[in-house]
């Protein structure tokens, strides 16, 4: 257990007493400013620490919930490889990762699936428009309804374009100088309409040692971690919504495609074609799927960001000396001008 030494004296003589162990948890704040050196002690003390959970025999997991201490510091004697039973105990954490391989693959396997889902959804509707207006069997369907399917479509896809187009243009700000150009955004909005996974999107910064860049929280990057890349992903109540957000550019796809498109589909089979041709059927699996897939992502989505809201507003309110300026600062733009500004109170 890593202790620090505290000397002081007691009935007239020096003794060493143990403290107890302290991480500064201002090292964000400090990364930001350029304040941390490569070999920067409370960074190594923290590294250590976690790498030292991570190797227990009864350990499994590869996440670290650390619990944060008033004036700015976290408890290194404190770490838990599970997050707290009480989910309201959260915003009490900072929650860490240990990259292994399996993680990293996880977030590469969770990359191919939303992709895939995207492109096959779009495939699959892009066939019934194509059919819709050129299949003899649809030739008793109404002209407004044919309209109507071809607008929801395209308007789904717009809607969903613009809204990765403008996080790509607000996100190109934390790049390189040399990347601020077209192929980033064009890139960049395609990773986020398909929900690419935001640690993905920033793992170049992200796995960048503390100091180094001002998005960079890895502290793995010495001996003492075998390399393991030791991320802090910051306040554990707001991991969830963080690492999701992307996701919000598929909003209006969930409703325009999801929901819209798939009724008026079975409706115009029902009504007008009595039929159900292969690409009817092929459009409306594939539908029912992305439906019941969009619509478990939409809830964790929602439930994430009204914790996230909650988290923030704390975080602003805080007066007991847990949160530092930087801190309350940032929690203040997400609650005014963040995605989550838009939900209920």
């Known amino acids: 257990q890593i202790r620090t030494l505290v000397r002081h004296r007691c009935a007239g003589q020096a003794r060493i007493a143990m403290s107890e162990p302290l991480l500064e948890h201002d090292l964000w704040q400090r990364a930001i400013q350029n304040q941390i050196p490569r070999d920067d002690k409370e960074t190594t003390r923290a590294a250590r620490a976690i790498i030292k959970k991570f190797d227990e025999p ?6 670290f919930f650390m619990r944060k201490m008033p004036k700015g510091k976290a408890s290194l004697s404190q770490i838990l490889s599970e997050a707290p039973a009480d989910t309201q105990d959260l915003e009490n954490y900072d929650e860490w ?3 292994t391989t399996n993680e990293w693959m996880s977030y590469l396997a969770s990359l191919g699936l939303s992709s895939a889902f995207e492109i096959l959804d ?4 892009l066939t019934l428009l194509l059919a819709v207006f050129i299949d003899s069997a649809y030739a008793d369907v109404p002209l407004v309804l044919k309209l109507t399917f071809a607008l929801l479509t395209f308007l789904s896809l717009l809607l969903a374009i613009g809204i990765s187009l403008g ?3 607000t996100s190109r700000q934390h ?5 601020r150009n077209t192929m980033y955004l064009i890139l960049c909005t395609f990773l986020n309409w398909i929900s690419t996974p935001v640690f993905l999107m920033v793992a170049p910064q992200r796995l960048a040692p503390y100091g180094q860049h001002f998005l960079g929280r890895n502290v793995g990057y010495s001996k003492d971690t075998r390399g393991l890349p030791v991320v802090c992903r910051g306040n554990a109540a707001l991991v969830s919504y963080l690492s999701q957000r992307t996701f919000r550019t598929q909003l209006p796809k969930v409703f325009f495609e999801n929901i819209l498109l798939f009724a008026l589909t079975v409706y115009m089979q029902q009504a007008y074609v009595k039929s159900w041709g292969a690409a009817a059927i092929f459009s409306v699996t594939s539908s029912a799927l992305s ?3 969009s619509i478990w992502r939409t809830v964790r989505f929602f439930v994430a960001a009204r914790r996230a809201k909650l988290t923030y507003q704390k975080i602003v309110d805080d007066t007991a000396g847990y949160e530092t300026n930087f801190d309350k600062t940032q929690a203040q733009e997400m609650l005014s001008s963040g995605a989550i500004s838009y939900l209920p109170s």
């Open 175 to 179: 790049v390189e100088p040399k990347s």
């Open 122 to 125: 779009l495939n699959s509707d």
């Open 291 to 293: 439906l019941l897939y």
């Open 167 to 169: 996080s790509a243009y």
């Open 97 to 99: 990762h240990v990259i």
């Open 58 to 63: 009864e350990c499994s997991s590869h996440q």
